[in-house]
């Protein structure tokens, strides 16, 4: 039997209306951004301060790559568990950072920013760390160096396995 897979490619748009359950592709820019770096999006947000990057359209990884080793782009990169962004992501979400990368289940609090902002929750394998790293073209430090592994970063990636956990209408896989 053959896998069927849709592409898709940042920057992603309104038209975006995929199902929960949807295996995906996904090539172009994402940013990464993991807990220290959301905390620091909200307060530069309260403060009145534009981020480090434009919101709209834009797809966040919730991961921090490790370092390449020589000969390679990027060192592994895998999600984290996205319970520990949920705290932020509402808040992010209602200022159109609303398209996201990261494993596990979500709030109902994020749940409903998602619909309510018509947003994207795609999940990663955990686990495949090494294999994901394949997949990144180009890697960029962005925003917030002395966090380390937790600073932004801009990756390039082709063809990253995804599949839709959250859509814009409520569905949900770890709902089923």
């Known amino acids: 039997m053959t896998e069927i897979t849709t592409p898709l490619t940042t920057p992603l748009t309104e038209e975006i209306d995929l199902p929960a359950g949807t ?17 620091r999006l909200v307060e530069m947000l309260k ?13 966040v990884f919730y991961a921090g790559p490790c370092p390449a080793r020589p000969g ?9 568990t996205s319970g520990r962004l949920d705290a932020y992501s509402p808040f992010l979400i209602e200022r159109g950072l609303k398209y996201m990368i990261g494993k596990g289940s979500r709030s109902p609090e994020v749940a409903e920013a998602v619909i309510r902002h018509k947003g994207l929750y795609l999940v990663a394998i ?15 430090l962005i925003a917030f160096e002395d966090l380390g592994p937790e ?5 390039t990636v082709k063809d ?3 599949v839709v956990a959250l859509d814009a209408h409520g569905r949900d896989i770890y709902q089923r």
């Open 72 to 80: 390679t782009v990027c060192g592994p990169i895998g999600p984290t």
């Open 126 to 140: 955990g686990g495949a760390a090494a294999l994901m790293s394949r997949r990144v073209t180009s890697v960029e």
């Open 160 to 162: 990253l396995p995804l």
């Open 23 to 39: 295996q995906v592709r996904l090539s172009g820019p994402i940013y990464t951004a993991r807990d220290a770096a959301h905390l």
């Open 151 to 155: 600073a932004i970063h801009l990756l």
């Open 47 to 59: 403060a009145g301060q534009a981020p480090p990057f434009p919101f709209a359209g834009q797809v």
